[in-house]
């Protein structure tokens, strides 16, 4: 079925480029993009046009790293370091997804929060429950929501009621990947917590497991200094950090690290050589004082960078506000650099948040023809007029505006 989509469009094919039609039609085959056009042809007569008028349909957003079970906890305990934190606050709130009625609660809260800010595209990790994780899954499904998700694997170093045996974390594993082999949008990603978190034996069999299956790996990496102090003396024979993930097979162009704070040169090589996706999380760098990542230093070596909420060391779900930190962030290194380094602009922020993660499910940037539709239709029009898309588009990131995005599609589906 023919479908035409007709407002301001603008899309960010590459990094600081934005593409405008002021108007433009979408036109859809089934949900994918076909055409994107300035004039309607006459072979279009007769075919219905929703017409969005003034407002802007742009893509929507992809979230590379968040959690799920620590939602409840969204914008509270942000004054410790991140191992502190972890015990204090997240791993007692993970705990309680052992509660499936707790479970089903949650997250069909916040799978439609997602999509009423605007993200159809997650990696997302769950908590170490097999069951909730299923039920993660089928509420991110319900809601519209399409990509990855992961049962969390943790079999040292966990908290009371958060640990699982090297035994049960393998046999659960294994459990999880037969049970959800039905979503059609939501698909599995291995999720070995964090170095800290897994013993050698359990990086081996999760690093065999995607090599096997062929799936996609996600973590963290390089967060925190006192982390890193952890992870060398679990690792005296790894030089880096990456090299515990590298090792056990854990480290290719499927592999999404979140963070990498203090990811150096030589770690920031061995990124770009495997084609590992860093998954900058400002909101939660800052909040955790983490540090500040050097974005701009990994996307001039040719690293892959997209942007994630880290809900709940990050503070909102709104993509809108994670691009403005990264923003923000970007020229807090910048000050940091002694002014050497460039902040990025809002055509580059809106690129991570957009087409840089959905690269990570193998899409094209930008409304690209023959890609199935993720797209928003956003509306400033009750505040003051601006002359041109891109003011309006750098407005909508800077500007909290509640209530903008009127209408979303995930995967050529009208999810709102
Ligand atoms: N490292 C290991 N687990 C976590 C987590 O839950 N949040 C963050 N920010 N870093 C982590
Ligand atoms: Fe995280």
């Excluded at 997602?114 to 994780?133: D, E, Q, Y």
């Excluded at 897994?198 to 967060?223: I, N």
């Excluded at 102090?229 to 499927?254: F, I, M, N, S």
């Excluded at 070596?301 to 506000?321: I, N, P, Q, R, Y």
Aim: glycine share 8%; proline share 5%.
């Amino acid at each position: 079925m023919t479908t035409i989509l007709k407002g301001v469009l603008v899309s960010a094919p590459s990094l600081g480029e934005l593409e405008i039609h002021a108007p433009g039609y979408l036109v859809l085959e089934d949900g994918v993009v076909s055409e994107v056009l300035d004039v309607l042809p006459q072979r279009y007569a007769g075919v219905f046009v929703e017409d969005f008028g003034n407002r802007l349909i742009s893509q929507s957003f992809t979230d590379l790293h968040l959690h799920a079970p620590q939602y409840p906890m969204l914008g509270t305990g942000l004054d410790l370091p991140l191992l502190d934190w972890l015990n204090a606050y997240a791993f007692p709130t993970e705990a309680r997804f052992a509660d499936e009625d707790y479970a089903r609660e949650m997250y069909c809260k916040l799978a439609s929060e997602l999509i009423r800010n605007g993200t159809t595209r997650v990696c997302m990790f769950s908590s170490l429950h097999r069951k909730a994780t299923l039920i993660l899954m089928e509420e991110l499904e319900k809601a519209g929501l399409t990509g990855f998700v992961g049962k969390v694997n943790m079999d040292r170093n966990g908290g009371k009621n958060l640990q699982e045996t090297t035994e049960e974390s393998m046999q659960e594993t294994l459990r999880w990947l037969e049970e959800c082999q039905d979503f059609p949008h939501i698909k599995p990603v291995l999720t070995p917590r964090f170095t800290p978190s897994c013993s050698d034996e359990l990086m081996a069999f999760l690093g065999k497991l995607a090599v096997e299956r062929g799936l996609p790996v996600q973590s963290h990496l390089s967060e925190n200094t006192a982390e890193l102090e952890l992870v060398r003396q679990l690792h005296p024979d790894c030089a880096q950090y990456w090299e515990t993930y590298a090792k056990y097979g854990l480290w290719t162009e499927q592999t999404a690290m979140a963070h990498c704070v203090w990811s150096d040169e030589r770690e920031r090589a061995a990124m770009r050589k495997a084609g590992v996706t860093a998954v900058h999380c400002a909101d939660s760098n800052l909040n955790l004082c983490s540090g500040v990542s050097p974005v701009r230093a990994l996307l001039n070596e040719g690293v892959k960078v997209a942007l994630g909420s880290d809900v709940a060391g990050g503070d909102t779900l709104s993509m809108f506000d994670v691009v403005a930190s990264t923003i923000r962030a970007s020229k807090a290194r910048r000050i940091l650099d002694d002014w050497k380094t460039d902040f990025l602009t809002s055509a580059e922020g809106w690129y991570l948040g957009t087409s840089a993660g959905a690269a990570f499910f193998g899409a094209k940037p930008g409304f690209a023809i023959g890609e199935p539709l993720h797209a928003l239709v956003l509306d400033d029009g009750a505040l003051p007029p601006l002359s041109t898309p891109e003011e309006r588009l750098s407005r909508f990131i800077t500007r909290r505006q509640d209530g903008a995005v009127r209408a979303v599609w995930s995967d050529g589906r009208r999810v709102l």
